[in-house]
C-alpha cells in the first residue's frame, strides 16, 4: 500500500488524509517534504541555541498534521513554511495558513470542476464559461491549451510542432493556464 501511495500527488494525499483519515497518506506527505522542514527550520535552530530540536520538530509535526486536516493547501511546501515560520515566532499560538489571492482563485475554480463532475447544470455553465475565457485568450496559448487538454497531444509532440524544447512548452501551458484561470475569475466576478 506505502508503495501505490507515494505515486500519488500532493493533492490526492491530502484528499486522502481529509476524507478518508489516512494516516498512512499524512505520513508519505510528511515523509515528502521532511527534507524541507529540516532545511528551513535548522537555519532558526542555529539563530536561537536556547530552541531544543528534541521539542521543535515534534512540535512542528504535530501543527502541520492538525492543519493538514482543517486548513486548505494548494501548495505543501508554502503551507510548510508558513506553520515553521509561526511556530518560530509565537510558539504558544496556533496561525492559521491563508494562501495568496492566486491560490485561492486557483482553489475556487478546482472546486467548481469538482463540483461540476456531479452536476449536469453546474459542468454546462463551466463549459459555456470556459469557452468563452478561451476566446479572450491570445492565440498562441490558446491553441497550446487545446492542442495540449482537447487533442491529448503528449510534450513530445508539442515540442516537436513549435521546435521548442520541453521546459519551454512546459513553461507555456503553465502560462497559458494561469491567464485562463485569471479570465475565468476576472469573468466570475463580473457575472
Do not use: C
Not at 488524509?17 to 498512512?24: H, M, P
Not at 535548522?42 to 530540536?53: A, F, I
Not at 510558539?91 to 463532475?117: G, M, T
Amino acid at each position: 500500500m506505502h508503495q501505490q501511495l507515494t505515486s500519488l500527488s500532493d493533492k490526492e494525499l491530502i484528499s486522502r488524509t481529509r476524507k478518508l483519515k489516512d494516516r498512512e497518506a499524512e505520513g508519505v506527505l510528511m515523509d515528502r517534504y521532511s527534507h524541507l522542514l529540516v532545511a528551513i527550520t535548522l537555519p532558526q535552530l542555529h539563530k536561537n541555541p536556547s530552541l531544543d530540536p528534541n521539542v521543535v520538530f515534534p512540535g512542528l509535526l504535530q501543527r502541520l498534521s492538525a492543519s493538514l486536516r482543517t486548513q486548505s493547501i494548494y501548495k505543501a511546501n508554502e503551507w510548510m513554511l508558513h506553520i515553521q515560520r509561526g511556530y518560530m515566532a509565537k510558539q504558544e499560538k496556533i496561525l492559521p495558513f491563508y494562501p495568496s489571492r492566486e491560490v485561492r482563485d486557483f482553489l475556487h475554480i478546482e472546486n467548481i470542476v469538482e463540483k461540476a463532475s456531479t452536476n449536469t447544470i453546474d459542468r454546462q455553465e463551466l463549459i459555456v464559461r470556459l469557452e468563452q475565457a478561451l476566446q479572450r485568450l491570445p492565440e498562441e496559448d490558446r491553441e497550446i491549451l487545446q492542442e495540449f487538454y482537447i487533442e491529448q497531444k503528449t510534450f513530445a509532440d508539442l515540442t516537436a510542432s513549435r521546435g521548442w524544447n520541453r521546459d519551454k512548452v512546459r513553461h507555456q501551458l503553465k502560462a497559458a493556464k494561469n491567464k485562463l484561470a485569471k479570465l475565468y475569475i476576472n469573468q466570475s466576478h463580473v457575472k
